[in-house]
């Protein structure tokens, strides 16, 4: 199985920048994945590492170290439109499963 | 179809009823998959379809759920005895198979509530 954990809430003022970290223990490992969720809404993808190092995406970047079972992801110049939910997911090695962690709110203040 | 599908969006039912929940995923899309969520919580796995077939079913949490794909296209979860712990939103996503199953695309979801 698989442990993903990442912190429950977080909150950020307009323009600023913001990390989320995620850290999974797993029994196999075939990329870590990042969604965005509305409140009320389908989970869309954001990101995707399955190599070590960032992967830049606009204003939204991802990093992955797997020797240390890490991954955060970084919103730069946030946005009202930013608050949301941010699921990180581990897909295991036979492309079958992928395993959500709980999600952090993002709250967005002015 | 554009994206995935899934009806009923909301659905009431009585402790002990029968549901069942329709998905209709992107149109070549070979994979499917069902997920149960939570409120506060991400997406817990159920099952995963690859073609026609249950290829993994190991979330399905107990043998009152059970899902079928028999074409590889459409999929209904079917809920029997319902409990009210049942209660979730239950979202389908699609993507393409094998190495190219970057991308989840989640449908909105069906919100079932057991009363």
């Known amino acids: 199985g698989q442990n993903i954990d990442q912190p429950t809430e977080m909150t950020a003022t307009e323009g600023a920048i913001v990390q989320i970290n995620c850290t999974y223990q797993?029994?196999?490992?075939?990329?870590l994945f990042w969604y965005q969720q509305h409140a009320g809404e389908a989970p869309t993808f954001l990101s995707y590492n399955v190599l070590d190092g960032l992967e830049e995406k606009g204003r939204f970047s991802s990093f992955l170290s797997r020797s240390k079972g890490y991954s955060y992801l970084l919103l730069k110049e946030l946005q009202m439109k930013d608050s949301a939910s941010y699921l990180c997911?581990?897909?295991?090695?036979?492309?079958?499963?992928?395993?959500f962690g709980s999600g952090t709110k993002l709250n967005v203040k002015p | 179809g554009a994206g995935v599908s899934q009806t009923p969006s909301n659905k009431v039912t009585e402790k002990g009823k029968y549901v069942e929940l329709r998905c209709d995923p992107i149109s070549g899309h070979t994979a499917l998959y069902w997920y149960r969520q939570s409120l506060g919580q991400g997406p817990e796995f159920l099952i995963y379809?690859?073609?026609?077939?249950?290829?993994?079913d190991s979330g399905l949490p107990n043998d009152r759920f059970f899902a079928v794909r028999p074409e590889g296209s459409v999929s209904t979860l079917k809920i029997q005895r319902t409990e009210r712990g049942d209660s979730a939103v239950y979202l389908c996503a699609s993507s393409l198979a094998g190495s190219g199953a970057n991308v989840l695309t989640f449908g909105a979801g069906s919100r079932l509530t057991v009363l």
């Open positions: 379809f690859q073609g026609t077939g249950a290829a993994d």
């Open positions: 797993t029994s196999g490992f075939n990329g």
């Open positions: 997911a581990v897909r295991e090695t036979n492309f079958n499963k992928f395993y």
